[in-house]
């Protein structure tokens, strides 16, 4: 069944919006918990001084805050994400963090309002494969990027590698709630597959990409922080289960914490693999 890419834009963004105060509270624990992605991305483009760089899908902007650090007073960062209500998070934190050179703007990455070769690094983090054109948004910011300037950016490997994300919709498949994604639909896996990611780079006008795995993990103070960060992080899942009957919604939670049951430690805290492709193109 083919998807109507045009509500599947629509309704990702305004799901993106209401998931914005979850992803606000979230900040830190993500940011800490995905240090290691913000670190070889940032080392990747190498930020100097007086650079312009551009986030895309910035979300909580957390990323760029640390590369605006490194570009320094004569440099800029431009934090875009295409809901408006998760550019407002990320102008409030970054305000915070009394950063100065970041510019916040809603921009959709299928369509920016920036100038050919004006930017010198481009950086996103989990999005490019939850849009609805991602070929378009690579070359959009191949368009963007000045000649020789370097695009790294991080796409979730397998659900295999990844419980924590797998786990929820899983179950909620299993029980009938929601229907199996569409193979070959926007979705949290669909850039999994290395050859997928060269294929999109390349078509896009970037030379061979560099792609290395970086594997961490999730770790949860317990079932209630766990039933949080799936409830808050992902409106959809979030739009499903308050949808449901109260006894079926506690059966449904019931249902899926018990199948984080492998991931729990004795104290009752959950710590979970996550694994993404780290990728670095120029
Ligand atoms: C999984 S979140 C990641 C946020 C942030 N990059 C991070 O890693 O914390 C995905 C983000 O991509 C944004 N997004 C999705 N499609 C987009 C598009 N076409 N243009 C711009 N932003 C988009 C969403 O609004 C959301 O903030």
Redesign the pocket.
């Known amino acids: 069944m083919e998807i109507d890419l045009d509500r599947y834009r629509a309704e990702?963004?305004e799901r993106?919006g209401e998931a914005a105060p979850g992803w606000e509270e979230r900040h830190d624990w993500?940011m800490e918990s995905t240090r290691r992605v913000n670190d070889w991305l940032t080392e990747a483009v190498d930020p100097r001084p007086g650079q312009t760089v551009l986030e895309?899908?910035?979300?909580?902007g957390?990323?760029g805050f640390e590369i605006a650090e490194r570009v320094g007073a004569n440099g800029r960062v431009i934090s875009?994400?295409?809901?408006p209500e998760?550019v407002e998070v990320a102008r409030r934190l970054g305000d915070r963090r009394g950063l100065a050179n970041v510019e916040y703007r809603v921009?959709?990455?299928?369509r920016m309002d920036l100038g050919d070769d004006s930017i010198d690094a481009a950086v996103?983090?989990?999005?490019y494969m939850?849009?609805?054109d991602p070929a378009a948004?690579l070359r959009e910011t191949r368009r963007v990027l000045r000649s020789g300037g370097p695009l790294a950016f991080a796409v979730w490997r397998t659900s295999d590698r990844n419980p924590w994300a797998a786990i929820p919709g899983m179950t909620l498949v299993q029980r009938g709630h929601m229907s199996p994604p569409e193979p070959g639909a926007p979705g949290i896996f669909a850039m999994a597959e290395p050859g997928r990611i060269r294929e999109l780079v390349t078509r896009a006008g970037f030379g061979e990409p560099e792609i290395e795995e970086i594997a961490f993990e999730f770790r949860y103070a317990d079932a209630d922080d766990l039933w949080d960060s799936i409830v808050r992080l992902s409106s959809r899942l979030a739009r499903v289960v308050m949808a449901l009957p109260d006894d079926e919604r506690e059966a449904t939670r019931a249902a899926i914490l018990e199948n984080f049951a492998p991931y729990r430690d004795e104290d009752g805290s959950y710590s979970t693999p996550a694994a993404t492709w780290a990728v670095v193109a120029r």
């Open positions: 990702s963004r993106w993500l895309i899908a910035a979300g909580t957390g990323l875009a994400d295409f809901a998760m921009m959709d990455a299928e996103c983090r989990f999005a939850a849009m609805a948004a």
